[in-house]
């Protein structure tokens, strides 16, 4: 089976989930089928085509530079007997490449433009163009993949005028023997956090969706004991890093142990500093799944999380961690999750029986191999319909 896999994000350029879940499907479909990966970059070699914008677009709106980027994909993809893209970044080289070739389409929807308005302040007028092309492909394409269940409502949902027969349910996985407890301290002591008080840890971008200024203002009163660790990092725009920096500034006023890391740490320090947080924390305001909590539950690490998409399927509220309601007003929200965070610091016991329940739960459910095997079985059923 030949298969082209498309997507922005590849190794050693991933910035988001996204980029995670396609660098781990990858290497686990490709025991099982000829795999190519398209994915922006320079070069290519072992398996994975890089494609960058045009250079006469240097310059333009991103929406514009991305479709340069789909129509070199599309004319790359000939030979392929299926093709699998990822976001709406590659979603219209999908597409074209099932128009060009007469193959079929599947695509993975980790997000969804119309659920994401917030995507005008960073695209402008590409925001409609974004738009347009997650519509055209996720409504032609041969089969959805939903990335939780929580999802494929929201899929439906969007674009009604799709077939719920071809939205399927994939969750995202882990890899368990990866992401799993490391108990060094070198990067805890290179970044100067100490020992002696506990900490909670964010990571993630500075976007919108991550929910990071309700974060900043909840951890302004909670023990004052607790450090804060925010591995943030590519905002989406400079309006929203301004108002990051502003915030951290303000908390770092009020309270002691404030620790920004804005650069992208190496895979093995974000497992050591998930594996020594008192409580992982994802304040995010739309999350289709969440593949950071899974790599926090992986480390034996308690979360802390809106109750938001298809969260609920990956934290199990009061068994592996805290799931909290967005519903209420700002105010309301920054205190819901200020308590939470504060009742897991005062009982280290029960985070610690959360921690150890969220890496079981990760190891019994989310396993890559499962998620390649089920996608393999969704290419071989849409290749046998002719």
């Not at 599947?106 to 402008?124: C, D, I, N």
């Amino acid at each position: 089976m030949r298969v082209g896999l498309l997507s922005r994000e590849y190794p050693p350029d991933v910035y988001g989930g996204a980029g995670v879940h396609v660098e781990f499907l990858a290497r686990e479909l490709r025991p099982l089928t000829e795999l190519d990966v398209h994915c922006w970059g320079e070069g290519a070699a072992g398996g994975v085509v890089r494609h960058r914008p045009w250079p006469t677009l240097d310059g333009a709106n991103d929406a514009l530079r991305t479709f340069s980027v789909d129509l070199s994909i599309a004319a790359a993809l000939e030979g392929r007997e299926l093709v699998h893209s990822h976001t709406w970044y590659a979603n219209l080289a999908g597409h074209m490449a099932k128009l060009l070739y007469g193959i079929p389409h599947v695509m993975t929807a980790h997000s969804l433009e119309p659920l994401r308005p917030w995507k005008a302040e960073q695209l402008g007028g590409g925001y409609a163009l974004s738009s347009w092309a997650e519509r055209t492909a996720i409504e032609s394409a041969d089969a959805v993949i939903a990335v939780s269940t929580a999802m494929r409502e929201d899929i439906l949902g969007c674009y009604p005028s799709l077939d719920p027969a071809k939205v399927r349910v994939v969750h995202n996985g882990i890899d368990t023997s990866l992401y799993r407890p490391d108990h060094g301290t070198d990067v805890i002591d290179r970044i100067g956090l100490d020992p002696g008080r506990p900490y909670i840890l964010f990571v993630g971008r500075i976007t919108r969706q991550k929910g990071v200024p309700h974060l900043l203002r909840a951890v302004r009163d909670i023990d004052p004991a607790a450090q804060v660790v925010l591995c943030a990092g590519a905002p989406d725009t400079p309006e929203i890093d301004q108002e990051f920096r502003d915030l951290f500034q303000e908390l770092s006023g009020v309270r002691e142990g404030v620790h920004w890391i804005p650069q992208m740490l190496p895979r093995p320090d974000v497992i050591q500093l998930l594996t020594h947080a008192a409580v992982f924390v994802c304040p995010s305001v739309y999350e289709p799944l969440g593949i950071v909590n899974l790599e926090a539950m992986a480390c034996g690490t308690a979360v802390v999380a809106s109750r938001v998409g298809g969260i609920p399927e990956v934290v199990a509220d009061g068994e592996t961690g805290l799931l909290v309601s967005v519903e209420e007003s700002a105010e309301e929200n920054v205190a819901r999750l200020a308590r939470a965070l504060d009742s897991l610091l005062a009982d280290p016991q029960a985070a610690r029986r959360m921690g150890e329940a969220g890496r079981e739960r990760a190891v019994r459910e989310f396993g890559w191999d499962t998620v390649a095997r089920r996608t393999v079985q969704l290419y071989e059923e849409i290749l046998k319909q002719g």
